[in-house]
C-alpha cells in the first residue's frame, strides 16, 4: 500500500503544483504585456498541463482507485470517498472542457498580439475566464486533500 500512496501524493503534488506555478508564471507574463513573453508563456502553460497535470492526474485516479479497492472501501453511497470522486470529476471537466480549450484560445489571440504589438481585449477576456476556472479547479483538489485527509465520514 506504500508504494500506491507514493503514486497518489506524487500524483497530486504534480497536478497542484503545476496549477499553482503555471498560474504564477502567467500572471507575471500578463503583468508585462509583452505579447511575445505573452505567447511564450501561455504556450509553456499547456505544455506544462500535458507534462504534469496529465500525468498526475492519471497517477492520482489509477493509485487512488486501486488503494480504495484494496481498503473496501465503499465506492457507492454518498461518503467522503464518493465526494471526493465527484470533486475530482469535476475538476476534470473543468479543466478538459473549459482550461484547455480557454489556453488554446490564448495561443492563439497571442499569436496574433505579436503582430499588433499590443494586449487587446479579446485576450483579457479569454485570460479572465482562465483565471476565474483555474481558480475554481485548483481549491477543488485543495478541498479534496483536506477531505482525504481528515475522512470526515
Do not use: C
Amino acid at each position: 500500500m506504500t508504494g500506491w500512496l507514493f503514486l497518489h501524493l506524487t500524483g497530486a503534488l504534480l497536478s497542484i503544483g503545476n496549477f499553482i506555478v503555471t498560474a504564477f508564471w502567467k500572471i507575471r507574463a500578463d503583468r508585462k504585456k509583452n505579447p511575445t513573453i505573452i505567447h511564450n508563456t501561455v504556450k509553456n502553460v499547456m505544455l506544462a498541463d500535458y507534462v504534469f497535470t496529465l500525468p498526475g492526474t492519471i497517477l492520482i485516479l489509477v493509485s487512488g482507485l486501486v488503494m480504495a479497492v484494496k481498503a473496501h472501501l465503499p465506492m457507492s453511497g454518498f461518503n467522503w470517498l464518493t465526494l471526493s470522486l465527484i470533486l475530482f470529476g469535476i475538476t476534470g471537466a473543468l479543466w478538459l472542457f473549459l482550461l484547455i480549450p480557454l489556453q488554446r484560445k490564448m495561443i492563439q489571440i497571442s499569436a496574433q498580439l505579436i503582430e499588433n504589438n499590443q494586449v487587446e481585449a479579446e485576450y483579457k477576456r479569454v485570460s479572465f475566464f482562465w483565471a476565474v476556472f483555474g481558480i475554481i479547479a485548483t481549491v477543488l483538489p485543495i478541498g479534496i486533500m483536506f477531505i482525504m485527509l481528515s475522512k470526515p465520514w
